[in-house]
């Protein structure tokens, strides 16, 4: 294991509903990342928390909410979502300075919006 | 034009034979350069991690940068079955603290017994 958990690993939502995908590191690493995958494209980058302070919103519909209460969580907040936001999300984290780049990902949470 | 082009296969090979996986990109302030690995129902993993243009070496796995093409490759040799998986490419500037990684569209690979 990474030292990333993600809870639930499904999830199957309908468009009214409200859920949130949570993020766990037990790593002490300082930054923490939301992407999307979707298939056959690239990992999108949603948001970026470093040191708990948003450094990044990559131009992310509103229905999308992130949240660091911590420097070991991170949450996203899901509300009336559309059918092609069904997709893999990855919360990430990285020791969020100096020259390292190395990210460990989270297993993902599979989500299906109907 | 994307930033980072990678074909997405699928790619299949025999076990035993030498793979090439291949990404562009269009950005010449990427320095950084990365492979991951993700399994079927797992996140992606860091395999190789190379700085600026030349080559690195771990294992049955070579990692290659030229720069001035900007063209990445990575090259298995004697693949093996546990290697079917996705590989993403995956590039970064130098500036930020919190380190941003472009990443290409991954390639499936399936290595056949």
């Known amino acids: 294991e990474t030292g990333v958990t993600q809870t639930p690993r499904h999830l199957v939502m309908g468009m009214t509903n409200k859920k949130s995908l949570k993020c766990e590191q037990h790593?002490?690493?300082?930054?923490m990342y939301w992407y999307k995958q979707s298939a056959k494209k690239p990992l999108e980058l949603m948001f970026v928390?470093?040191?708990?302070?948003?450094?990044e919103n990559n131009s992310v519909p509103s229905r999308f909410s992130p949240e660091c209460p911590n420097s070991s969580h991170l949450f996203l907040h899901l509300h009336t979502l559309q059918p092609e936001d069904s997709a893999l999300y990855l919360c990430?984290?990285?020791?969020?300075?100096?020259?390292?780049?190395?990210?460990?990902f989270g297993p993902g949470t599979r989500l299906t919006v109907t | 034009q994307k930033e980072v082009e990678q074909d997405p296969g699928p790619l299949s090979v025999p076990e035993g034979a030498i793979v090439s996986l291949n990404c562009t990109y269009s950005?010449?302030?990427?320095?950084?350069f990365m492979w991951y690995r993700q399994y079927s129902r797992k996140g992606p993993e860091l395999l190789m991690y190379?700085?600026?243009?030349g080559n690195k070496e771990d294992g049955r796995f070579t990692a290659q940068v030229d720069k001035s093409s900007k063209y990445i490759s990575l090259f298995i040799r004697d693949s093996q079955p546990s290697d079917s998986a996705t590989y993403l490419c995956?590039?970064?500037?130098?500036?930020?603290?919190?380190?941003?990684?472009?990443f290409g569209s991954g390639t499936q690979l399936t290595v056949l017994p």
């Open positions: 950005n010449s302030a990427f320095q950084y």
């Open positions: 190379t700085y600026s243009s």
């Open positions: 995956a590039m970064s500037g130098s500036s930020g603290s919190a380190r941003q990684l472009t």
């Open positions: 928390y470093n040191f708990k302070e948003q450094t």
């Open positions: 790593l002490g690493h300082n930054a």
């Open positions: 990430a984290t990285a020791e969020g300075q100096g020259t390292t780049y190395e990210q460990y």
